[in-house]
């Protein structure tokens, strides 16, 4: 399986968005993106990018990413809305640049399908609820700045225990 640039799935969450009428925040985009690439690892054995995540106070976050929508702050990236013919064939242009092989076939739809859907704060919620983020974390108090990485070994570990016992991915 090949790793893409972080960017390339930054496009594709944006357009899915778009597609389907979701709002998406920067919040959002950066817990949608820790998921598509912890499923990854637990799913592939292997990172969809090579970008690890930091264990800031609101979860999961990749800086890189940050840095790119900062400005946007609590501003949606994309507002909720009417589906469009043109964002949705951008959608399906967008999953068709990203190859990851029959291992992964279907996999990005699913986990844009669970995980887009849900609010800002319910991924919020679910990463604080979980493993990687919690041991990154650890020794920090609640409030406390931190930029400790999520580790893609924790993540993989993680998220492929959940699929051996087949838990599903749901909040």
Request: glycine share 8%; net charge negative; hydrophobic share 40%.
């Amino acid at each position: 399986m090949n790793t893409l640039d972080i960017n390339a799935f930054v496009e594709l969450c944006i357009w899915h968005a778009k597609a389907n009428g979701i709002e998406l925040t920067h919040l959002k985009l950066q817990k949608v993106l820790y998921y598509l690439q912890a499923w990854g690892l637990a799913y592939a054995n292997a990172p969809l990018f090579n970008n690890e995540p930091q264990a800031w106070v609101n979860g999961p976050v990749y800086r890189e990413v940050y840095e790119r929508f900062r400005n946007q702050r609590d501003e949606p990236i994309v507002r909720g809305g009417a589906i469009c013919e043109e964002d949705a064939a951008g959608l399906a242009q967008a999953l068709q640049s990203i190859d990851l092989g029959q291992k992964a076939d279907g996999l990005i739809e699913a986990i844009l399908e669970e995980y887009m859907p849900k609010s800002a704060g319910e991924l919020v919620y679910k990463t604080h609820r979980e493993r990687p983020w919690k041991e990154a974390r650890a020794g920090l108090g609640t409030f406390e700045t931190g930029t400790n990485p999520i580790t893609h070994e924790a993540m993989r570990s993680y998220y492929s225990g959940l699929v051996a016992k087949n838990e599903p991915a749901q909040v």
